[in-house]
């Protein structure tokens, strides 16, 4: 009793040679097929070299071209040959020249001999399963492929095009319903031989001959047929990527690979010197009878395909550099903007720090330097407080800062005498929270020393701007959290709007504000704004202001910090 | 893209093509070893000028990387370099004193190189002071790369700059022949680097780190370029267009994903920040053989006097690939 072996042999014959051997050294014999584009010469060479073993023999050779029928040929020839020439083989192991057994042959072969009946082949309907890449799955059996996909692209895309448009169809024989699956197989002697030995095997070869690839439909077609115990997966241990090409192995995938107790894995690469030698050597040790267990690798090759698809949320670099809208993530994390809360509050930034626990920058915009947290000169990353290298690139700044405080979120503050705000990068970022109190930028200018007409100058620079800004997080490709009062709105109730912002950013939820910021005396504002009118330039983002406040606000001493309980 | 442009990007590539058949006749062979060049081998070329110094470490990092052959063309150097590298059965030189400017920066003279003797080749263009790493670098020779580019059907792949520099003054410690650079220059700036997309040839333009940060604060416009696209598969057909920066045709220069993935990418680290730095400065500035005027060695020489320091509280210390993976700075792609 023993298990075959079928090797689709066509690069690295040395390697392919070491692994023949070790399964026939095991008993197992071998059938090599060896793709007839290999040399004459070459692969005289490689009989030669396996001549002097009984157990590994060589069947007749096809062209094989990835997604053509000459492996299936291929398979054919090396089964039916198999099948003749050793008679104790119950189940024969379809494998490649890149695969490799991961556990001791006897271990394989004792999981074999205790599954008597059973097929190991992965087989699936088309209209279940999404695996296929390049989105022909039925059509493959339905339409005719006379181009080569690796060679002629444009042709081959083009003729699926055409056959689609005139809604050719091609009949599937019957008795079939299409199945496909992973290549790599391991079958059982009666089913194997019914499918060779069967009289219709020519209508059936002269259908899947037209078939886009159809070493993965073939055998995982047809084994429906006469299969009475098809277990539908596959013993050999084979990841693809994206783009459904395999993954390769490593020498650092070695200890991956054992404790994955999978039997064969594939592909590994042919310099992996370790990975050969530590698996190709005798057993040691008791036999196991475990199951396959491959989760930890698919894992990590699940991690690859996503990475190489999705990316990295907010990341920018050299080789992910995403167009609009298709960042999966402008930013990395949550950050909240304070537009013209410094100018209301007194001690606002140190206040928030005390009351979120989050990073607290200064105006990050602001036009002589960039403001960070403390007055750092360098923030994470080694990102500069210099206005020129920020403003040469306001978004980059913007991400780099996010991203390079991963896991902590960071606020800052703006208003209209940043204009090197990306305001429009952060509305559109659902990342962003942005809370506004409009006209506030007249706080300081009311306190300021300046001259009336540069006052009124600046003021009206200053609303221009903002109003701009309010433009952009008003806009409906706003996806940013956004909030704006104006500032007559908000001194009504400071603590109703702080207390939402500070539950949204949510660093302790329970938590009510025990302690309110410093609010700026404002006392004559009324009238300042009602100056600034007078002269012609009329401030409305601030809301409505009286020109005087009522008697008994004035009268009372400088307003205490409220509390809301 | 119309069909003009691509035409005009084809005339420009033959341009260059055309050059650097003529600026190859600059080149004379001082030892031609390239008959043990094998169909399969991954090539090495540089250019480079008194840097004597900095090659016994250059050689050993690369040919332990796997690196097969390598070929070198020696501007006019003063310092025994073409007698240190004599004998060595890996390594063909070619010498000369024509100008490295007007060889478009030596691209002229590496192009030809490439041109006759790298076709096929996977191959690595890299200065002396560039350290090539790539995802897995510690674990898997470069020709593990190579091999699986070659199956993804992959031609180019990118690997920025990054400098490294070392903490306190330049002239502090003295680089010894042999040594690795990276155990006096090991900090970087992690994520300070700046990305835009060049129209022209499609290539992202990159700037930042610590050249940026402190040698062109005023002025980031002009800081250096830090995109590179060192290692591809050779065709004879094909012509870097400005340093290793951007190549024609312009598919070459399609390293990065538009569409949210990551491809896989490297880093050169930059080992430039030694002790050597003035000297060369000097010289460099006098000579104004390179890019911009030597734009770039004026600022070097203006502030190097003043002893600048280029590490700051968040300079990250250099460790391996993997951390420059995490930060972000290069990608394992779907190499796993």
């Known amino acids: ?565 | 893209m119309g069909l003009w442009d691509s035409y005009r990007m084809r005339l420009r590539r033959r341009h260059r093509l055309m050059r650097s058949v003529r600026k190859a006749r600059e080149l004379s062979p001082v030892q031609n070893n390239t008959h043990a060049i094998r169909p399969n081998d991954i090539l090495l070329v540089s250019t480079f000028r008194n840097e004597l110094v900095r090659l016994p470490y250059f050689l050993e990092y690369y040919r332990n990387l796997g690196v097969d052959h390598f070929l070198f063309v020696d501007n006019d150097s003063a310092d025994g370099t073409l007698e240190y590298l004599s004998g060595q059965d890996d390594i063909s030189v070619w010498h000369t004193k024509h100008s490295y400017r007007r060889a478009k920066f030596g691209i002229d003279w590496m192009n030809g190189l490439q041109r006759k003797y790298a076709h096929g080749h996977w191959c690595l263009v890299v200065d002396p002071d560039e350290f090539f790493i790539y995802p897995f670098c510690d674990t898997r020779p470069i020709r593990a790369l190579t091999d699986w580019l070659d199956n993804s059907s992959i031609r180019s792949f990118g690997a920025m700059l990054v400098d490294v520099y070392p903490r306190g003054r330049l002239d502090r410690t003295t680089y010894l022949p042999g040594q690795d650079p990276l155990e006096i220059a090991n900090w970087f700036d992690a994520g300070n680097y700046t990305l835009e997309k060049n129209p022209a040839y499609g290539n992202l333009w990159i700037q930042g780190g610590p050249r940026a940060r402190v040698f062109f604060a005023d002025n980031p416009k002009k800081a250096p370029a830090l995109n590179k696209i060192p290692l591809v598969k050779w065709n004879r057909r094909y012509a870097y267009v400005s340093s290793t920066h951007s190549l024609l045709p312009r598919g070459l220069n399609q390293v990065y994903d538009e569409w949210g993935g990551e491809k896989a990418s490297g880093a050169l680290l930059h080992t430039k920040f030694l002790n050597t730095l003035s000297e060369k400065a000097l010289e460099e500035m006098g000579r104004g053989q390179h890019y911009a005027s030597s734009r770039e060695y004026k600022a070097y020489a203006e502030q190097l006097g003043t002893h600048p320091e280029l590490w700051c509280k968040w300079s990250e210390k250099y460790i391996n690939w993997r951390q420059l993976e995490i930060l972000g700075l290069m990608s394992k792609g779907n190499w796993a």
Request: hydrophobic letters at 40%; a positive charge.
């Open chain 1, 1 to 565: 009793m023993s298990v075959g072996i079928l090797m689709l042999v066509h690069t690295a014959l040395d390697r392919a040679e070491q692994v023949a051997r070790h399964w026939a050294n095991a008993g197992c014999p071998v059938v090599i097929h060896v793709d007839k584009k290999v040399p004459r010469k070459t692969y005289d060479r490689f009989v030669e070299a396996c001549s002097d073993h009984a157990l590994i023999v060589f069947c007749k050779r096809h062209n094989c071209e990835w997604g053509m029928w000459g492996i299936v040929a291929a398979s054919q020839s090396a089964a039916e040959l198999m099948l003749e020439r050793f008679h104790e083989v119950h189940h024969v192991y379809l494998s490649s020249g890149s695969c490799l057994p991961l556990r001791p042959v006897q271990e394989l072969k004792d999981y074999l001999a205790a599954r008597r009946r059973t097929d190991f082949i992965e087989s699936a309907t088309t209209s279940d399963v999404p695996w296929t890449v390049g989105g022909l799955d039925r059509e493959r059996f339905t339409l005719r492929f006379p181009f080569s996909w690796k060679k002629h692209r444009y042709l081959f895309d083009k003729w699926v095009d055409i056959q689609r448009f005139i809604r050719f169809k091609r009949r599937i024989p019957k008795g079939i319903v299409p199945h496909m699956g992973s290549q790599w197989w391991c079958l059982t002697r009666q089913t194997l031989s019914a499918i060779l030995e069967d009289p219709d095997r020519e209508v059936f070869d002269a259908f899947f001959k037209r078939v886009w690839i159809p070493d993965e439909s073939y055998f995982q077609t047809l084994v429906r047929v006469y299969s009475s115990n098809v277990e539908s997966r596959s013993l050999t241990l084979s990841k693809f990527d994206f783009q459904g090409k395999p993954h390769i192995f490593y020498d650092d995938h070695l200890q991956l690979l054992r404790r994955s107790d999978c039997f064969v894995a594939r592909k590994i690469w042919p310099h992996a010197d370790k990975i050969y030698s530590g698996f190709l050597r005798d057993p040691d040790g008791a036999i196991k009878m475990s199951e396959p267990n491959p989760a930890k690798i698919d894992r990590i090759f699940s991690k690859a395909v996503e990475r190489r698809t999705k990316g990295r949320p907010g990341l920018y670099m050299q080789s992910r550099f995403p167009n609009e809208g298709w960042e999966n993530g402008m930013t990395f994390g949550r950050y909240s903007v304070f537009h013209g809360f410094t100018e209301l509050f007194e001690d606002f930034e140190p206040w928030l720090a005390r009351a979120t626990g989050t990073r607290v920058h200064g105006h990050l915009y602001a036009p002589e330097r960039v403001e960070f947290e403390g007055a750092q000169r360098f923030l994470n990353g080694a990102l500069s407080d210099s206005a020129k290298l920020r403003d040469y690139n306001p978004i980059a700044f913007l991400t780099n800062l996010v991203w390079n405080t991963r896991g902590e979120r960071q606020c800052f503050q703006a208003g209209p005498r940043d204009e090197h705000v990306p305001v429009w990068f952060i509305a559109k970022d659902p990342n962003a929270q942005v809370s506004v109190i409009s006209g506030s930028w007249a706080l300081p200018l009311f306190k300021s020393n300046m001259n009336f007409a540069d006052i009124r100058k600046e003021a009206a620079r200053l609303q221009k701007i903002e109003s701009d800004q309010l433009l952009a997080l008003r806009s409906p490709y706003a996806k940013a959290r956004v909030r704006i009062w104006s500032l007559a709105e908000f001194i009504e109730s400071p603590m109703e709007p702080l207390q939402t912002i500070i539950d949204e950013i949510g660093t302790d939820p329970a938590r009510r504000l025990a302690e309110a910021p410093r609010m700026t005396d404002l006392n004559g504002f009324g009238q300042f704004l009602q100056n600034l009118k007078n002269q012609g330039m009329h401030p409305y983002l601030m809301g409505d202001f009286p020109v005087t406040q009522s008697e008994n606000t004035q009268k009372k001493p400088p307003r205490k910090p409220y509390l809301v309980q």
